[in-house]
């Protein structure tokens, strides 16, 4: 291969070069890892109905009032099995042997998925508490409620919140799919890491000010450098990020 103008073997692994600046990489970001988080960016802002033309346009003319979960995607629907119709899955299948792809226990619903489900409830008891959701229910509905009032705050926990939760719906819906069309299979725990990787990925983009003792705890658990953080009340930078659409 050609790297910089030099023939033969990388003498870096990408993942390497890849890495931040302070942990010994060149800061060099995934244009794949890149790609998901700002379509779990998509996601989010269509879910939660941000201000924005484009999320107008897409309720408006795409989904018409359904669901998000329920579109067609590339002329296949995106369906969970408790909303399958009989002629869709074909009249010889018993739609009550259709187990959840993550649990195997019982139909998959989206409240099933969003996290009743085993599999999906290991995988957001380990990260709400990075979010700072560890008080609230783990249903969807109790998640949402709580960001829904902040979603358009720039706090420390409004932040880490809708980050957490966009990038854990994506990944165990991802994983849900993956078992279900691939018969590929990851571990909830190896979700886990993927969903810290990526959330901490965007969260080092940021400038935190006007800390409070709770966000600096919460900016810990997440090995957050301290040059993302500002000291200076009085400083006129503002709290930004390209993570946001």
Not at 10 to 24: D, L, N, Y
Not at 150 to 176: F, G, H
Not at 188 to 207: G, Y
Not at 218 to 225: A, C, M, R, V
């Amino acid at each position: 291969m050609v790297f910089y103008g030099v023939k033969g073997k990388a003498k870096f692994a990408w993942v390497s070069v890849c890495m931040p600046k302070h942990e010994g990489g060149l800061g060099i970001r995934r244009i794949d890892d890149f790609n998901v988080a700002l379509m779990a960016t998509h996601i989010w802002s269509i879910l939660t109905h941000i201000e924005s033309l484009w999320v107008k346009w897409v309720h408006t003319v795409k989904l018409k009032g359904r669901s998000l979960w329920d579109v067609s995607c590339r002329g296949n629907k995106l369906k969970i099995q408790d909303r399958l119709w009989q002629w869709d899955a074909g009249l010889s299948i018993d739609l009550n042997l259709l187990r959840c792809p993550l649990c195997d226990l019982v139909p998959d619903s989206h409240d099933h998925l969003f996290f009743e489900c085993a599999f999906s409830s290991h995988v957001w008891s380990k990260v709400r508490v990075l979010g700072g959701m560890d008080s609230i229910p783990p249903r969807i509905i109790d998640v949402t409620n709580f960001i829904n009032p902040i979603s358009k705050s720039n706090t420390t926990v409004s932040i880490l919140s809708r980050r957490v939760l966009a990038a854990t719906s994506y990944y165990v819906w991802l994983e849900r799919n993956g078992r279900l069309f691939k018969k590929k299979t990851l571990t909830s725990d190896q979700i886990v890491d993927v969903i810290i990787s990526m959330v901490r990925l965007k969260l080092v983009a940021f400038k935190f000010k006007k800390m409070s003792t709770r966000s600096r705890l919460l900016l810990d658990q997440w090995k957050i450098p301290s040059y993302c953080i500002v000291h200076d009340g009085s400083t006129r930078r503002r709290l930004y990020s390209f993570f946001l659409v």
